[in-house]
């Protein structure tokens, strides 16, 4: 079946640390997102990649790096520059003709500071 | 200004009830309208994408009034099963963004 995976589900970081969060879909997309939510606040864009070996910021894009090196795999780094990591992250796809179907989202990685 | 704007509620109703949540946008601009269901913890799932007609699936009708840019969701004898957030969901103008409303939560009492 297609569909978006993210890996892990659960992550937790220590201060200082980089992590990566993985995301990988099976649905021949052109386009993956990675949003970020945190309680009251909804979903927030943090980059876009509408194509591969090609990527853009979101709104909140510091302190996060990513790569689009294959069209299936959109990994996210949350650095330790990002100052408040701590919150659900998900990872989004979709493709030109199936905008009027909205995105595929992954089932999340709930990401933790210890 | 946000760009999607959700009343948050919660909206607390009992089993059998219908209930509306409206949700306003910012750019007149704007091409596509959903409506997405979240559990608590779980990703967003498309619950619905929102036509200008107005559409109907099952127990759930979706209208958008582009003159006064706001889009709506009826839900009509309301079931336990409807708890959730409920995310107002507008494609950008450009490009293939999408902006997401904040949620509205519902919790259908028995």
């Known amino acids: 079946d297609g569909g978006i995976t993210q890996s892990p589900k659960y992550l937790f970081r220590k201060e200082g640390q980089n992590v990566t969060l993985s995301c990988e879909q099976n649905?021949?997309?052109?386009?993956m997102y990675w949003y970020r939510q945190d309680p009251g606040q909804g979903l927030r864009l943090i980059y876009y990649?509408?194509?591969?070996?090609?990527?853009q910021k979101g709104d909140i894009a510091e302190g996060y790096s990513v790569s689009r090196e294959k069209k299936e795999s959109f990994p996210l780094t949350v650095t330790s520059a990002q100052k408040n990591p701590t919150a659900f992250y998900l990872c989004?796809?979709?493709?030109?003709?199936?905008?009027?179907?909205?995105?595929?989202f992954g089932s999340g990685t709930r990401l933790t500071v210890v | 200004r946000k760009e999607v704007e959700q009343d948050p509620g919660p909206f607390n109703v009992p089993e059998g009830a219908t209930v509306a949540f409206n949700c306003t946008y910012s750019?007149?601009?704007?091409?596509?309208f959903f409506w997405y269901r979240q559990d608590c913890r779980k990703e967003p799932k498309l619950l619905m994408s929102?036509?200008?007609s107005g559409n109907e699936d099952g127990r759930f009708t979706a209208q958008l009034n582009r003159a006064s840019q706001y889009i709506s969701l009826l839900i009509r004898d309301s079931k336990l099963s409807d708890s959730a957030t409920y995310l107002c969901v507008v494609k950008g103008y450009t490009g293939n963004q999408f902006y997401f409303g904040t949620g509205t939560s519902l919790t259908v009492i028995p």
């Open positions: 990649s509408q194509i591969v070996n090609d990527f």
């Open positions: 989004a796809s979709s493709s030109p003709e199936g905008l009027s179907y909205g995105y595929t």
């Open positions: 649905l021949n997309h052109d386009a």
């Open positions: 929102v036509y200008s």
């Open positions: 750019n007149s601009a704007s091409q596509s």
